[in-house]
């Protein structure tokens, strides 16, 4: 179990050292990343200017160093758009709202996708089975930009019932993490159903049946128990998936999360800030990555790490 | 989302009608029978076939040039609503397009993309991928590690940035979608090739001294392919979406050239006075996506061996 620890724990830091290296690498893809910083009608002084305060006239090597030991510290520089303020700072202002439409989506996608994927197993081959499939089918085909544009259409120009952008209360959520929900219905309503159909062949559940136990009780309290474990660990890297996922959602609907500060970064060409947010998200997908695998053996007494 | 997830667990329902029974008729017979029986892939293949038909012969098929704006036409409602104009049945956008004639183009990028980055990621992920299960130890942990690495990046958000640092365009947006997406494509290669390079024809081959790129490009790899023409199957309707996610968010292909992605865009801003400017691409995305994700489904059933016919 501390092998396993100690080389879990050292996989993930090595994946983080792998993050920040890429996080550092993607902005020198061009070569000179503060052409790309500035506006093109930028004077050659602005150029050496700001080349000079990034400490980029500085080798490589050294910009490198100097990235990594401030990126240790979570100091991606300072934003060129919001003058003067921390990049990882805006990140981390940004985070909460981030971090609330991820749980409101992930809360509607197990409410709607347990029964559904439940169902579909129980009733298996039946108009229920064909309806939930074909949700879920249907649900993973539909582009999430396309169903936030539906949404607005719908209930915000044309019932009015809740706002199309920003985040003002439970209602301006609601929009949103719906849209950020429906993929994960889809994909979640299929692992609920093939792995209740798995479990539902299993020689306890003929037990619980020869019991004489109610079907509900055989289906709910037997099955799903078992059935619930590969799901709670894909329900669980979902978050991670969801903080990068969310961007276009966020986009879509002026959600002031981390997703839209990123694009409107990117727009502005804020390099600082899309580095921090990318190297935050990729941190928060090993953490939670770690955090379900070390999980997954407390949770399921049949499987010890070895 | 990984491709190879896209459309994992959805087995049951497209096999249900597959005649699994083995049969004195060759595996092709078997194969096509099994397609005209299962309904839903044979229903996904049309799709696919009618898109790929639309892209080929485009500039026959489309009404007008799509990029032509009649801007006493702008807006017209499509056919069945009141106002429409006869020669254009779907409508036109804000500067007076057709748009059945900029969906008709659109699917040209999104097959294009949606194939080149597919086969692209499949080139990268089952080099790396054989090489990593082949040889094991150093080789593989470096490309494990690797695979550990990309896997956390979020996709959209990377895509997006390294598309906004190198500039948009249709070459940039493969690239990045192709190389982007190599990693489930490598690990199923990977675990494959491990567990064929110490089955008994490979020692055999190595015994009578076959060298490691023969062993490898004769005996491990035409063992794999099957796995990488499924993930294929689901990388290209994946990529689709996300070539449309980045136009969308105007950082993909140019705006001059007709897109779902940008015709999605477009019609953002006019989704009270021009609902169908949306309303059409995003419904050819989820169309053309569903086809290819049903007919992939059918796909991963007959060749890869894990959930094959004979199963």
């Not at chain 1, 200017?49 to 090597?61: H, I, V």
């Not at chain 1, 990049?87 to 996708?113: D, K, N």
């Not at chain 1, 136990?213 to 099955?223: F, G, I, P, Q």
Request: net charge positive; glycine share 10%.
């Amino acid at each position: 179990m501390v092998r396993y620890l100690a080389n879990r724990l050292f996989r993930s830091a090595m994946a983080i050292v792998g993050i920040l290296i890429v996080v550092f690498f993607i902005l020198h893809l061009t070569g000179d990343p503060v052409r790309l910083m500035l506006p093109p009608q930028a004077s050659e002084e602005d150029y050496v200017a700001m080349k000079k305060a990034l400490g980029m006239d500085k080798p490589l090597g050294e910009q490198f160093l100097h990235y990594m030991l401030g990126a240790l510290h979570g100091d991606f520089g300072k934003s060129l758009r919001f003058r003067g303020q921390s990049a990882m700072e805006l990140v981390t202002e940004r985070f909460p709202a981030t971090l609330q439409l991820a749980f409101a989506a992930l809360v509607i996608s197990v409410v709607l996708s347990v029964p559904l994927g439940l169902i579909a197993a129980v009733k298996r081959y039946s108009i229920w089975d064909n309806l939930a499939m074909s949700i879920a089918l249907v649900g993973q085909a539909m582009p999430n930009f396309w169903l936030a544009l539906l949404l607005i259409s719908v209930f915000a120009v044309k019932l009015r019932w809740l706002p199309s952008s920003g985040r003002s209360g439970v209602h301006s959520l609601i929009l949103p993490a719906v849209t950020l929900a429906l993929f994960m219905v889809a994909r979640t309503t299929r692992l609920v159903r093939s792995s209740m159909l798995e479990v539902l062949g299993e020689d306890y559940i003929r037990t619980a049946r020869g019991k004489g136990l109610h079907e509900w009780a055989v289906n709910v309290r037997h099955a799903l128990r078992n059935a619930a474990l590969p799901v709670v660990t894909v329900i669980g890297l979902d978050l991670g998936t969801l903080m990068g996922g969310a961007v276009v959602t966020e986009t879509v609907f002026a959600w002031p999360g981390i997703g839209f500060l990123a694009v409107g970064s990117i727009y502005v060409r804020d390099f600082p800030v899309v580095q921090a947010v990318v190297f935050f998200t990729a941190l928060f997908f090993v953490v939670i990555n770690l955090a379900v695998d070390l999980l997954y053996g407390v949770l399921d007494p049949r499987i010890r790490l070895t | 989302m990984p491709a190879h997830e896209a459309g994992a667990l959805g087995t049951e329902m497209n096999t249900k009608g597959q005649d699994r029974r083995p049969s004195g008729s060759t595996p092709l017979r078997r194969v096509m029978g099994s397609l005209i029986r299962a309904r839903t892939p044979l229903l996904g293949l049309v799709v696919l076939l009618s898109v790929i038909f639309l892209t080929v012969f485009a500039p026959v098929i489309a009404p007008h040039n799509p990029n032509s704006q009649e801007l006493e036409l702008r807006l017209k409602p499509p056919f069945w609503v009141e106002g429409t104009v006869t020669a254009y049945p779907l409508g036109t956008d804000q500067l007076g397009r057709d748009i059945l004639s900029r969906l008709i183009y659109g699917a040209r990028i999104s097959m294009l993309v949606g194939f080149m980055t597919a086969g692209l990621s499949g080139l990268v992920g089952l080099t790396l991928g054989l090489l990593a299960g082949y040889y094991g130890r150093l080789v593989d942990g470096i490309i494990s590690r690797i695979i550990d690495v990309q896997l956390a990046f979020p996709f959209v958000l990377l895509a997006l940035s390294i598309v906004a640092i190198l500039g948009g365009g249709l070459l940039n947006v493969i690239l990045v979608l192709g190389i982007g997406g190599w990693m489930s494509f490598a690990r199923i290669v990977r675990a494959d090739a491990q567990g064929l390079s110490i089955r008994e024809f490979v020692q055999a081959a190595r015994c009578l001294g076959g060298s490691d790129w023969r062993i490898i490009t004769r005996h491990i790899l035409p063992n794999v392919l099957a796995p990488v023409i499924v993930i294929g199957s689901f990388a290209v309707s994946t990529n689709i979406i996300y070539e449309a996610a980045l136009t969308f968010l105007g950082v993909g292909v140019s705006p001059k050239i007709p897109t779902w992605g940008s015709m999605l865009a477009d019609g953002r801003d006019y989704l009270s006075a021009g609902w169908w400017i949306a309303t059409w691409p995003g419904l050819a995305i989820m169309v053309c996506v569903l086809g290819i994700n049903l007919f992939g489904d059918w796909l991963r059933d007959v060749l890869d061996p894990r959930y094959g016919l004979e199963r």
